[in-house]
């Protein structure tokens, strides 16, 4: 490893964390070793990132180290920042000196993620609405796994910047007699209800309750089972007898969440006027690409009355790699580098 020089990166999620250690190299970070661990096993940060730098592989590159970039969950200031869904506290500077780091940056998972849509090829995104990008105008990319993130990719100059959001913790609209119910239903839980209440993992969860409490379907004793094996995440399951229409219940809970997803994507494109596209990414997104391609996402993306022509003519694409936001933190980490 002699003359070589590392970067390390990390996408720090509410449910998983995944890092990497890249050699840097004119033609960009060369990954050498690559780690997904739990989040929610680890008290804070340190101790999350004490395992990866503990590792027999990742020890003899430590002195080659020469910046690092960890794209955490939550809003970023002064390089410092507190997950929402993990309530950690990390600031850059006490991590770069309690790990004798050089160059520790913190940004936004989903600022890291915009900007790692640069690197992925085309073969990395399955299309749900076909139409011409205006490359000046800004795009978006939003995305449900744990939580609900929002970036608004702007160009400047010949470079692209992403510009950080917590548009997801905006108050949920609904747009049908449904929706309303359930907003109903999850303001006598939540009081305040955010769209992240509803489009995210525990969000789908709360749908299926939320039908099952209404006396709107009854789950079958197949997926009650399902959800009870140790290690299962149930939102996960509802998604799968969703998606393979095992259960009715959990077809109509996923209808409803869909149908909220594409509302949510398409207010983002709104109030941003993202004519240069609209990427959905995260966690959720790809698993259930079939039911996204079925329609209902894009008739909520597009059912807007008189600005229906407008998002009708946004291009669509769904993320599916889902290490984009990790590849946008080695980005910034080799940039941090130089």
Known sequence: MSGSQFVIAAD??????????????NEGPRIFIEDSLASRDYQNFAPLLQTFLDRPDVKPAREHIVASCFAVAGPVKDNAAVLTNLGWQVEGEAVSEQFQLPNVTLINDFQAAGLGVSYL?????????????DEEAPAIIVGAGTGLGVGMIVKSGNQYRVVPSEAGHADFAPTDELQDKLLLYMRRNFGRVSWERVISGPGLMRVFSFL???????????????????????????????????????????DLFVAAYGAF???????????????????????????????????AFTGR???????????VKVVMDTKVGLKGALGVAVQTAK
């Open 121 to 133: 090829p085309s073969a990395s995104f399955a299309t749900l609405q076909a139409a011409e990008a």
């Open 265 to 299: 994507a398409g207010n983002m494109a709104l109030g941003s006027l993202a004519r240069g596209g609209v990427y959905v990414a995260g966690g959720i997104a790809p698993k259930i690409i079939n039911r996204l391609k079925e329609g209902a996402f894009m008739r």
């Open 12 to 25: 720090i999620g509410g449910t998983h964390a995944t890092f990497a250690l890249a050699e840097v190299t």
């Open 212 to 254: 099952q409490d209404s006396g709107l379907g009854i789950p079958s004793k197949q997926l009650l089972e399902a959800t009870k094996h140790v290690g299962v995440d149930p939102a996960e399951v509802i998604a799968d007898y969703g998606l393979r229409k095992l259960d009715p219940l959990a077809v109509r809970a996923l």
């Open 305 to 315: 009355g008189a600005f229906t022509p407008l998002l009708s003519g946004i291009p």
